[in-house]
């Protein structure tokens, strides 16, 4: 695992560090390199009495996974050879949702509707208990980094997730929900 500083740095020497470290994107768009990849994905760290939340976006590379973390003050990248995973999950468990006569949320998913878009259509009367997408990467060194989907839908993770090398554990579980 590698931490770089990306404030101190310029894009070519970052270019280079990606480079000699998890290898270089596969595809290139009229000559610009493109890594396939995902955001949506919030970081919470904790810092005394302080919670910073960083926006992260995650490239898959030939040899690794790029971590950009973004916060007001703060952007740094952690580069994560593929040797260095130990797994890969993202997990959502179910929300419960009291049954109502009148439901937006019922009459879009009767539409057709996923999940992930729907679910913006739940009233507060009716949310019981909501839970968040979560992604875990887990390291050799034992670092797990936690990060929260705030609007990365599972579909997408999904695709991203079972593209990556086949060296890591990927596991998805995730729930819908329940009308209770």
Known sequence: MITVDLSQR???????????????????????????????IV?????????IR????????????AMFFRSVSNSFLVLLPYADIVSVSFHKDEDMISESTVSWFRMVRKLGINYDKAKKFILESEKQIVHLSRLSITTK???TFE?????????KAETFLNSISSEVQVSIQY???RII
């Open 175 to 177: 729930k819908e929900f």
């Open 43 to 51: 970081f919470e760290d904790r810092v005394g009495d302080h919670l």
């Open 10 to 40: 310029n894009k070519q020497n970052v270019k280079r560090i990606i480079a000699e470290n998890i290898g270089l994107p596969e595809k290139k768009i009229f000559g610009i390199d493109i890594a396939p990849g995902i955001s949506g």
């Open 141 to 143: 060194e034992n670092v």
């Open 147 to 155: 990060l929260i989907a705030t609007s990365l839908s599972q579909q």
């Open 54 to 65: 960083y926006k992260v976006a995650i490239e898959k590379y030939p040899k690794g996974l």
